[in-house]
């Protein structure tokens, strides 16, 4: 969605609100669709004595896996969205402002950035999820397994020091 500012680019105290659905549906990230509903976008931009700052958030529910049981979550999403916005830049440089087009910002562009830029590296369906077993696959959150670890070649002369008798050698007097 592209949004007109012209009328308030030069008329310092006055806003624009906006609010719409932005589909993200068919961003795919590591190898899932997480924004397979719509995304609720609201906020204002306003001219602060002659600067335009855009406030807005974008809030939607993803629906996603554990990335340790894979059961399925449904997860809140929210992100705040604070920028300013130029007709033209002094420092070429500058990532923090976003440059107006014939007066026209380009909200799609704003939002679909930061959403992706805010998604968790990780999702859990809890802090203490023990995840699967890697050798049956058995949800380690219902109860061991019964699976019998496997010991690492390089430990086993260590393993068998601790297999002997706790109690030492027979002595004899």
Avoid: W
């Amino acid at each position: 969605m592209r949004l007109d500012l012209r009328d308030i680019i030069h008329t310092p105290g006055a806003s624009r609100d906006f609010a719409y659905e932005l589909d993200l549906s068919q961003v795919e990230l590591f190898g899932e669709k997480p924004f397979d509903r719509p995304i609720q976008v609201s906020g204002t931009v306003r001219n602060m004595a002659g600067a335009l700052e855009l406030e807005g958030a974008a809030e939607t529910t993803l629906d996603t896996r554990c990335d340790r049981c894979l059961k399925p979550l449904t997860e809140a999403f929210s992100v705040p969205v604070t920028t300013l916005l130029a007709e033209e830049l002094e420092d070429e440089e500058s990532d923090e402002i976003v440059l107006l087009e014939h007066g026209e910002v380009d909200l799609d562009e704003v939002f679909s950035t930061a959403c992706i830029l805010s998604l968790d590296g990780k999702h859990l369906c809890g802090e203490d999820c023990k995840g699967l077993c890697p050798t049956c696959g058995a949800d380690l959150n219902d109860g061991p397994c019964g699976c019998k670890k496997e010991l690492d070649p390089r430990f086993a002369v260590l393993a068998k020091l601790l297999d002997k008798d706790p109690e030492g050698p027979d002595e004899e007097t």
